[in-house]
């Protein structure tokens, strides 16, 4: 209250109301001040509801239970909801997780299917018709289902191939197929290696990987695999049809002929494909003689005299080598 106003009320004949005061922080006695003034601390932050206060001679107290404040505002209310959720996230019941429904197996038809060989512990060979969707890689290992319950079996994957040659059933049989020993159902092929020289292969019939200009397929006592040119193949339907062992014994049982000294001839390179590295190997080993350059010249500018004054046995070898990569030979 200002002084003007105390003299306003004196002179009116009012009875000056007495003033409040406050205990501030550093408990130091202030005042008087008007309800309004309190009213405004409390507004603006400068006291709070636990500060002392008395009004004259009054005791001192809180302003918070003073009877004169009734109507300001009380204590903010404390956080009820936060707690409550609080509360409710602890004891929420997890939530269930709706568990996706495994789709039922549905077995291919035949000509989905792939052939697939195995050689057992026992050195037998099986084949299994196989789902080809089914195949999972495990390690050294993969499992597929097989026909005709499409149950998973896991196969060695060094001792397992896929057959190529051999086409899916036309019908899904009812039964596993048969196992086959490595003796059964044999044939002779006759095949001519990169030397020019003959030879017979003992091999399992119908057991043939297809790689393109190549074929793999097992070969006696071992029955292991090698690897065959398909143009060096003097009887290709020998792979999948069964030859008597007539020939391999005529060749066994026949006496050795005396070789006849044959006359000498020149190998003369007529012409050469674009590919000249295989061709170039078999000329350094004909002509070791010669460098690169030279070497270069003889597979670029023809007719090239290779050498001269061989025998028809090795000039026939070199020959077939030379037109197994790609050139034009004649022997003279």
Known sequence: MGFFDDLKKAISGEVPVLGYFIISADNEELGPYSKEDIVGFLGEGLIGWSTMIRRGDDDWREIQH?????????????????????????????????????KEYQAPAANGTIVIEYLNYAGELKQFICDPKS??????????????????ISLDRSKTRILKGVPAPAVMPAEPLPVRTTTADTSIIQYTNWEGINKEFKIITGVVDDKGDYVRVRVSPTFKYITLKH???????????ATPAASMAESETKPAETPVPDSTVSIILTNCGLATYDANQVLREIRPDLGVFDLYNL??????????????????????????????VELK
């Open 66 to 102: 003073h009877p004169d404040f009734p109507s300001a505002p009380g204590p903010p209310p404390m956080p009820e909801k936060r707690a409550k959720s609080s509360k409710s996230a602890k004891h929420a019941k997890p939530r269930k997780r709706k568990q996706k429904k495994k």
């Open 135 to 152: 195949i999972v890689r495990k390690g050294n290992h993969f499992s597929v289902r097989v026909a005709p319950t499409f149950k998973r």
């Open 299 to 328: 597979v670029r500018n023809f007719p090239q005299t290779i050498v001269e004054n061989i025998s028809r046995e090795q000039a026939e070898a070199f020959k077939k080598r030379l037109e197994d990569a790609g050139c034009t």
């Open 231 to 241: 143009t060096r193949i003097g009887n290709p339907e020998a792979l999948f049809e």
